[in-house]
């Protein structure tokens, strides 16, 4: 593991002692640690046992304590399940049009059971070990607005309701901010947000989005990381510009296209196909792991990943041959 203050050399623009490599893992963490994903949702212990032991196995450079979209959904009292060892789900999201939100008050997650859950689960991991860089999170605007307001219903806005969107918008950006601020009080170093629809629509509707996302990075003192799941490759002029010091791409991106739209200085986290952790020999990760690198992380401003949360089901020794390739690359020329 890179102690904090060593990975931080990333942010001042230095290289870094090795690649970094910070596998995204929730449902696989709490497989590792033999913790029902239920108990990793709610309860501060286990996710904060989850992202240690995972880490303690494997070795890699941080963890986080992201884990389900729908921590604003289920503030606002929207109708969640909670299957016993599967990833939440909104059965009826809290608000079902502009009346809902007429009045109401931005959530402080200070009071909130989920969300003290999370700041919590931050102070547990650092009071055990203040040197782990622990990645905060929140979520994108548009991946609240979804789970506040129901994904098709949030898409369909777009055309139709524009200035409700907005407002939606700005309720949930609100909310990320002061999210963010317990978590960086807490001891987050870093704060990633996601945005998992962030594929789904236009670049004009995206921009619109990432206009709050923006704010929400700006307001936060420490680092941010910005995930977006699927094919982004027409959003990679608008998440050059979103704010984040991290932007996380998924694995249909072409890294080394990435890196030309992003820039030299902006640090990419990617993007080894996640599924492929499933079936696929240790080899082949390793292959794939190398070949990240080389399209995207020559310059040092590269962080190794699986392209979004690796499945529960990742074979050991493929989470193991990608942290060891971060650990010995040395390149190929
Ligand atoms: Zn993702």
């Known amino acids: 593991m890179l102690r904090v203050e060593e990975f931080f050399q990333i942010f001042a ?172 009080e807490a001891g987050a170093d870093i704060i990633g947000a996601g945005d998992s629809l962030a594929s789904q629509v236009s670049t004009e509707s995206f921009e619109l989005s990432v206009e709050y996302t923006k704010d929400i990075f700006r307001s936060i003192t420490v680092p941010t990381l910005y995930h977006v799941c699927g094919d982004t490759t027409h959003q990679l002029t608008v998440l050059r510009d979103c704010g984040a010091d991290i932007v996380d791409l998924d694995r249909e991106l072409d890294m080394r296209q990435a890196r030309e739209v992003l820039g030299d200085d902006m640090i990419i986290r990617g993007n080894v196909d996640p599924v492929l952790f499933v079936k696929e020999s240790p080899e082949r990760i390793r292959d794939l792991s190398v070949e990240c690198i080389d399209r995207a992380g020559k310059n040092g401003a590269f962080i190794l990943s699986a392209g979004c949360e690796i499945p529960p089901d990742s074979k050991y020794e493929n989470v193991q041959a990608m942290v060891e390739v971060a650990k010995s690359y040395h390149g190929h020329t």
């Open 13 to 184: 623009g230095d290289k870094l002692p090795r690649v970094p490599v910070i596998p995204f893992v929730m449902q696989y963490a709490a497989k590792v640690a033999g913790i029902r994903y239920r108990d990793y949702c709610t309860d501060p212990e286990a996710m904060a046992e989850s992202q240690v032991k995972c880490l303690e196995e494997f070795d890699y450079d941080a963890v986080n304590v992201s884990s389900d979209a729908h921590r604003l959904a289920d503030a606002l009292g929207g109708d969640l399940f909670f299957p016993e060892d599967g990833v939440p789900v909104v059965r009826k999201p809290p608000i079902r049009g502009p009346g809902d939100l007429q009045g109401r008050e931005v959530p402080d997650p200070r009071e909130f059971p989920r969300c003290v859950q999370r700041i919590e689960a931050i102070k547990l991991i650092k009071e055990y070990n203040p040197r782990m860089t622990v990645i905060g999170w929140i979520e994108g605007a548009l991946s609240d607005a979804s789970s506040i307001f129901g994904p098709t219903n949030a898409l369909r806005a777009f055309y139709t309701d524009r200035d409700f969107l907005k407002r939606l918008f700005e309720f949930s950006a609100e909310f990320d901010r002061r999210f963010a601020r317990a978590q960086v």
